[in-house]
């Protein structure tokens, strides 16, 4: 876990600061997965942050309804995350869900 709050500090991408926030959320530390959720939102009002980086966030904090509405938005900004719906295993959780099967279809990963 240091080595990736070292690696958060040395690189402010966006994808890599939600990625590390579900780290932090699946191992337990929900505050501060909180608290990365509040700097990716300060982040974006300086510069754009890829509707992934705070659906990981989301995920990782076991919040499906959140997740999901920032999945969607990820289709509608054409974010890759979307390339990576049948695969990525941190999805496993949505995969039941009948909006998680409708954006499958929609991006044409139904098949």
Request: with cysteine; charged share 30%.
């Amino acid at each position: 876990m240091a080595a990736m709050e070292k690696a958060q500090s040395l690189d402010a991408d966006p994808w890599s600061i939600g990625c590390f926030g579900y780290a932090l959320a699946v191992s337990g530390d929900r505050a501060k997965a909180g608290q990365i959720l509040s700097d990716l939102e300060n982040l974006a009002q300086r510069r754009y942050v890829t509707p992934s980086a705070r659906m990981v966030v989301h995920l990782g904090l076991g919040e499906r309804e959140k997740a999901l509405e920032w999945l969607e938005k990820c289709y509608e900004d054409v974010d890759p995350q979307c390339w990576y719906l049948k695969l990525e295993p941190f999805y496993d959780s949505l995969r039941p869900e009948p909006r998680f099967q409708a954006l499958l279809k929609k991006v044409g990963l139904d098949k």
